[in-house]
C-alpha cells in the first residue's frame, strides 16, 4: 500500500471544525495534502480503497489521520478498531480530536490503540493553536516510517 507521509486525512463531521482544522494545518504549512471525509464509513472505504475510493493511485494513505469520536453511521472509535486491526492501517498514527472529556472516550480510544487524545478548544484562538501544534509534532517532528508494509 503506498502513502504520503506529509498528507493528513481529516474525518470531521462539524463542518466548521473541520475548516478551522483545515485553516490551522495550511497556516502550519507542513501537510501537502488535506483531505477531509465526514462519516465513518467513508473513512472506511477511504483507507481501505472502497467504493468510490479504488483508485490506489488518487487516493494514497496518509501519513497522519486526526479523527473525531461522533460522526454519523460508522462511529470514530469503529474506524479506529478498523484501522488499528489492519496490518498495514495500523502503523498510521490516529489522533482523536473531539469535543468529549469523558473518561470513557479516553479509555476506549486508547484501548483501540489510538495514539493521542485531544479535546477541542471552545475558543477559536485555542483551537488553532491546538491544531498546529498537532501539525507540527506529527508531521515534523515525530519519526514515521518511510514506507508502510505488512
Known sequence: MDYV????????????????TRRAIRKAGNANQIDILTDGEEALDYVFNRGK????KKYLLPGLIILDISLPGIDG??????????PVLKKIPVIMLTTSDREEDIARSYSN?????LTKPVGY????????????????INKKPSILEA
Not at 5 to 16: K, P, Q, V
Not at 53 to 56: C, L, N, P, Q, V
Not at 126 to 136: A, H, L, N, V
Open 53 to 56: 475510493y479504488t483508485d490506489k
Open 125 to 140: 484562538k485555542q483551537f488553532e493553536e491546538r491544531i498546529m501544534q498537532i501539525d507540527s509534532y506529527w508531521m515534523l
Open 5 to 20: 507521509a506529509s498528507n493528513i486525512l481529516l474525518i470531521e463531521d462539524d463542518e466548521a471544525h473541520a475548516e478551522l
Open 77 to 86: 472509535i469503529e474506524v479506529l478498531k478498523q484501522i488499528k486491526g489492519h
Open 113 to 117: 490503540y489510538a495514539n493521542s487524545y
